[in-house]
């Protein structure tokens, strides 16, 4: 990550979850399933797993995963 560069945030909107698990399999090592079926995820993306991010994000049908930087983009 560059020195300015601000961590890739997750925000999971839950209501529109439903439950595909799409996003676990594009992004496993980001992307979890808890006991009701629903994603979940850490506030922000671990280094060096932005591609998993964003593969899981653009994989889930319901668009219910959002993917920012603090810096706008």
Do not use: H, W
Not at 11 to 37: F, M, N
Not at 45 to 72: F, H, K, N, Y
């Amino acid at each position: 990550m560059a020195v300015n560069e601000q961590p890739l945030r997750i925000t999971i909107d839950r209501s529109k979850c439903c439950g595909y698990t799409l996003c676990a399999s594009e992004g496993p090592d980001v992307y979890s399933i808890d006991d009701q079926g629903y994603a979940f995820a850490p506030a922000t993306v671990p280094a060096g797993l932005e591609e998993q991010a964003r593969r899981g994000a653009a994989a889930c049908p319901d668009s219910a995963i959002t993917l920012t930087r603090d810096d706008g983009a």
